[in-house]
C-alpha cells in the first residue's frame, strides 16, 4: 500500500505506513504499522531492535469526504539493553503522528484546538461532530487550556481599559498592544496596583493610552513613572459633553424660555388640554387611566424632591439626603443644579400602522360612522390589511382626542417643547463642532438660547475652541484653552484637565487613542456571551491572546 503513504490518509508517511483501508457506511478505517526498525528509548536515548510485543492503538483522524476515520495503528513494545536504565520495556513514540496517550492524531488535535479557540466549548462541540469530529465541550475547553500560549513581546505602545466580567458587580482590565493590534493580557480587576505590578513585570513600555479614570493614571504612574501617558480624545469629548450637560441643567430655566421664544404655538398646542369625547351618552370630560397614573407619579416626584430641597437647605450633605431620600446621589445633584422641579419631557408618539389611511378614518368618523367591523370591511375592500380589533383601538383613542367634526390633529405633538439638558448638551455641541449639520429649528433654539443665556453662550464658545484643538492636534492652544475656561460653566472640567495635563498634552501630540482597544473589548464581550456560563477569567484570556 506504499502508494498511500503520501496522500492525506496518513497523518505523518515518514513515521508510517498504510496496510489496509476500508470503509463502512459512516467512517473511514485505516489500518497503519510504523516504518522503522530501531527505536530510541525514551529514557535513555539508546537505539533498540529487540521487539517485546505488539499492540493495536486506535486514533481519530481528520474526516474525509464526511466520513469519520479512524486510524487502528500497529504499535511495537521494545527491550531496552542498557544496563541501569529506569525502563526495561518501552513502547515506540510517534511524534509526528500521535502524542504519548492521545486518541486522536495530532492534526485532529489541531483542528478541534482551533474549533475550539473560535467556538468555545458547547458552540465547539456542536460544529465539530457535524464534521466528524468527536469532542465533548469539555474536552474543547482542555483543548484550550492546554495550548502552549504564544510568545508575547513587550509592547511599546499599551491601551488599557477596563471591563464587565458581571456587569455592575466585578471589572477586569484588558491590555492591548496598539502596535500589533493584539489583546497581550487580561487583568482580573481594575486596581491601581494590579496594573502598576503588571507594568513592573514587563519594563520597556514607552506610551500608555487610557481613558480618564484616575486608576490607571496612578497604576501607571507606578509601574511605568517613564511611560507617556496618553488621555483619549474620545473620552475627553465625552467629558465635556458631561460638563454641557451638567451647565444646561444649572440653567434649566433659560432652556424652556429659549423654547417658548422659537416655538410658541408648539407650545401651546402641547401645553393646552385637550377635550376629550368618547362618543358615548352620559360622557363626562375626565383623564384617563394612564394619565392618573402620571399623575400620581409626578405627585411622587414632587414630594421627593421637595424633602430633597428641605434637606439642603437645613445643611444635610447630599450624601446624606441621596441614602435618606432614597435616590441616586447623581440624581439630587441635578434636581438642587436644575434650581426647580425638573418636569419629564414628553415621548414622541409612535407610528400607528393605520396612520397611512387616517384621512380616510377620520372623514368616515366626522360623517358619523363608529362601527369598526363596519369600517374595518371598507379598510379591506381599499386594499388595506387591518383587523376589527385594532381599527376597535384606533377608534377608541381618536374618540378621546378628537370631538366629532373638529379640525384639531389626531395626534400629540412629536416635539417636546422644552428640551431636557442632555438634548440641550447634545446640541449645543454639535453646534460647536458641525454648525451646518444643524436643522432650521434646532438652529433657532441655538441661537435664542445663546442670546438670551450669556453663560452658556461661553460655554459653547469654549466647547467649539477644544473640540477644534482635538481635531488639529493644536498643543499650543491647550494652556491659553484652560485659561479661558477657567471662569466659564466648563470650569469644573477645564480644572480636571489642568491636573491631567501631561495626558491631554499628550493626546494632542500623539496618533494612539483607545478605539482599538474599545473594540477588542467588543469583542471580548462577543466571546464572554457565547461561553453560555463558561467564561471564566482563564478561558478568556487564552482565547483572547490566541494568535488568529
Known amino acids: 500500500m506504499d502508494a498511500f503513504d503520501t496522500s492525506p490518509l496518513c497523518p505523518a508517511a515518514t513515521e508510517l505506513r498504510v496496510d489496509v483501508v476500508a470503509y463502512t457506511a459512516s467512517e473511514l478505517i485505516i489500518t497503519a504499522s510504523a516504518r522503522r526498525h530501531v527505536v530510541r528509548c525514551p529514557a535513555c536515548g539508546h537505539a533498540s531492535a529487540r521487539v517485546h510485543s505488539r499492540y493495536q492503538r486506535t486514533l481519530g483522524d481528520l474526516p474525509w469526504h464526511g466520513l469519520r476515520v479512524r486510524l487502528m495503528l500497529r504499535v511495537r513494545r521494545f527491550f531496552c539493553d542498557v544496563p541501569g536504565c529506569a525502563r526495561r520495556i518501552f513502547t515506540e513514540r510517534l511524534p509526528n503522528t500521535a502524542a504519548a496517550y492521545a486518541r486522536r492524531t495530532q492534526r485532529a488535535a489541531r483542528a478541534l484546538e482551533e474549533i475550539a479557540f473560535a467556538l468555545g466549548g458547547r458552540a465547539g462541540a456542536r460544529l465539530a461532530a457535524t464534521l466528524g469530529l468527536l469532542a465533548g465541550p469539555a474536552t474543547l475547553l482542555a483543548l484550550v487550556r492546554g495550548a502552549p500560549e504564544p510568545p508575547v513581546p513587550t509592547p511599546r505602545v499599551l491601551g488599557v481599559d477596563d471591563w464587565a466580567l458581571r456587569k455592575g458587580q466585578r471589572y477586569g482590565t484588558v491590555l492591548v498592544d496598539l502596535e500589533r493590534h493584539r489583546v497581550i493580557d487580561l487583568l482580573p480587576d481594575r486596581e491601581a496596583a494590579t496594573f502598576a505590578a503588571w507594568l513592573a513585570a514587563h519594563p520597556g513600555i514607552e506610551c500608555i493610552s487610557r481613558d480618564r479614570g484616575g486608576a490607571y493614571a496612578e497604576g501607571a504612574r507606578q509601574g511605568a513613572p517613564e511611560a507617556i501617558q496618553i488621555a483619549d480624545r474620545f473620552h475627553l469629548l465625552q467629558n465635556l459633553q458631561a460638563a454641557l450637560e451638567r451647565a444646561c441643567t444649572r440653567h434649566a430655566p433659560s432652556l424652556r424660555a429659549a423654547a417658548v421664544a422659537t416655538q410658541p404655538a408648539l407650545l401651546a398646542r402641547a401645553t393646552t388640554r385637550k377635550r376629550r369625547y368618547s362618543g358615548l351618552p352620559n360622557n363626562t370630560e375626565r383623564p384617563t387611566a394612564g394619565e392618573q397614573r402620571s399623575a400620581e407619579r409626578r405627585a411622587r416626584r414632587l414630594g421627593r424632591y421637595d424633602e430633597v430641597v428641605a434637606l439642603r437647605a437645613a445643611g444635610v ?232
Open 317 to 548: 450633605p447630599k450624601k446624606q439626603i441621596a441614602r435618606r431620600v432614597g435616590l441616586d446621589r447623581r440624581t439630587v445633584e441635578t434636581w438642587l443644579a436644575a434650581g426647580e422641579f425638573p418636569e419629564r419631557a414628553a415621548r414622541a408618539r409612535r407610528a400607528h400602522p393605520l396612520d397611512a389611511v387616517a384621512d380616510y378614518l377620520l372623514a368616515r368618523y366626522d360623517a358619523g360612522l363608529d362601527n369598526a367591523a363596519q369600517l374595518a370591511r371598507e379598510l379591506q375592500q381599499r386594499g388595506c390589511s387591518c383587523s376589527v380589533p385594532s381599527v376597535r383601538r384606533y377608534l377608541a383613542v381618536l374618540r378621546r382626542r378628537r370631538p366629532r367634526g373638529a379640525s384639531a390633529p389626531v395626534g400629540p405633538p412629536t416635539v417636546s417643547p422644552a428640551p431636557s439638558p442632555r438634548a440641550v448638551a447634545w446640541l449645543l455641541r454639535k453646534a460647536a463642532a458641525h454648525p451646518d449639520t444643524l436643522q432650521e429649528d434646532e438652529r433657532a433654539y441655538v441661537t435664542a438660547l445663546c442670546a438670551s443665556c450669556p453663560p452658556l453662550a461661553e460655554a459653547r464658545r469654549i466647547a467649539a475652541a477644544f473640540t477644534h484643538m482635538l481635531a488639529s492636534h493644536d498643543a499650543n492652544a491647550l494652556d491659553p484653552w484652560l485659561a479661558a475656561a477657567a471662569g466659564t460653566e466648563l470650569h469644573a472640567f477645564a480644572a480636571g484637565l489642568r491636573r491631567d495635563h501631561d495626558a491631554v498634552l499628550a493626546a494632542l501630540l500623539f496618533r494612539w487613542s483607545n478605539g482599538q482597544v474599545e473594540g477588542q473589548v467588543h469583542r471580548l464581550k462577543l466571546i464572554k456571551r457565547s461561553m453560555y456560563g463558561r467564561a471564566s477569567l482563564d478561558l478568556l484570556r487564552r482565547r483572547l491572546t490566541h494568535a488568529a
